[in-house]
Structure formats: structure tokens, C-alpha cells
């Protein structure tokens, strides 16, 4: 086994013994809201909007963008779960903003190895073969974190599974102090009609 699997199963035996009465927690979300997230290790959701287990649905991707299956979850979470307020939370520093859909797929089609960033940008620092899948996705890659919040926002909100009365709020986490910053155009567009 390897370090980090002998780690996470560890710590779950820790965690199992101390399990309690979670095992009851109902199936839908006890707050009925969901955040939209990016898998950023930096960012705690439970810690940052005060979370215990069984009060929301998180969601996670890079980036913590509105793609299809973000929002196959979050229709999911209200039609099924009874979710009534959203939150889209992106973050500074976040690694989609380091690079483009045509470094992605650039670094892809000539190695699927891990690249590296330096002073010049990505590099690929691995031997082939890659592939030239990547062209066929589209990254979701982020150049302005305030805007990319406010075009997830309206995404949802104008997507036609969306209900019109599901409140949609749209932040910013600040990795540096923890934060979450408002972007008041991406609540103006989610608010609920």
C-alpha cells in the first residue's frame, strides 16, 4: 500500500469509531441550499460556510464552474432533494487561470504526464504519447474571477431545468484571508423571481 492510502484509511477508521448517530442523517440536505465549488485543496466548504454533515450539498470541479454536470447536480439537489438557494463560489489564485484551452490541449497532445509550471509558463515533462482528445473539451479555464462567477450565475439561472425561485448568489473566496467577497452582479442576476 501506499503512504497517502494507508493515511486516508486511518484516518476513517479513527473517524468510523466516533460515527454516532450520522448514520441517520435524511437523505436531503438539512439547510436546503448546495455551493458550486472548485476541488482546490486549499478551500475547506464546511469550514468557510459553517457546514456539518448532512446540512448541504457541495459540488466540486475545477474551478468550480457551471459545466453540464455541475448542473445535472444542482437539478438534481432542488428537484429531487429540495435545495432552494445556490451559491457559486470560485476563489483567487486559482489554478485555472494559469492557462487556456490551447495550452491544455497542446500539453496533452504530446504527453499525458504531469507538466510543470515556470517563469515561461507550462511545459510537458513527459514522453509520449499524449493524445488529441483534449481539443473536444473545453476547459472552462478562467481569465477574470469576478466575471467568470457572474457567467456561471446567469448559465444556472437561464438554463431551462433551472426553477425561476431558486436564489443563486455568486462570491469569491479570498485564499489569503478566508473570505468570501460578494460579487454583487452574479447575486443580482440569480436572485430569485
Known amino acids: 500500500m501506499s503512504k497517502v492510502l494507508d493515511e486516508v484509511l486511518a484516518a476513517n477508521a ?8 450520522k448514520g441517520n442523517l435524511p437523505m436531503p440536505p438539512g439547510r436546503r441550499f448546495a455551493i458550486l465549488t472548485c476541488m482546490d485543496a486549499r478551500l475547506d466548504p464546511a469550514k ?7 446540512d448541504a450539498h457541495v459540488i466540486r470541479n475545477a474551478g468550480g464552474r457551471a459545466s ?20 457559486v463560489i470560485h476563489h483567487t489564485n486559482c489554478g485555472m487561470e494559469y492557462f487556456s484551452n490551447e495550452i491544455m490541449r497542446d500539453l496533452l497532445a504530446r504527453s499525458l504526464d504531469t507538466a510543470a509550471l515556470d517563469a515561461n509558463g507550462w511545459r ?19 481569465k477574470d474571477q469576478a466575471e467568470s462567477v457572474v457567467a456561471d450565475v446567469q ?39
Open 124 to 142: 510537458d515533462t513527459g514522453r509520449g504519447p499524449g493524445s488529441t482528445e483534449a481539443q473536444f473539451i473545453d476547459w472552462l479555464t478562467i
Open 48 to 54: 468557510f460556510s459553517g457546514l456539518a454533515e448532512g
Open 68 to 87: 453540464d454536470d455541475a448542473i445535472r447536480s444542482l437539478v438534481i439537489s432542488h428537484k429531487l432533494l429540495g435545495t432552494r438557494e445556490w451559491f
Open 14 to 21: 479513527r473517524y468510523s469509531q466516533t460515527f454516532g448517530d
Open 155 to 193: 448559465r444556472i439561472r437561464n438554463h431551462p431545468l433551472v426553477a425561476g425561485d431558486i436564489a443563486i448568489y455568486g462570491y469569491v473566496y479570498d485564499v489569503k484571508t478566508g473570505k468570501l467577497v460578494e460579487v454583487p452582479q452574479a447575486t443580482q442576476i440569480g436572485k430569485a423571481r
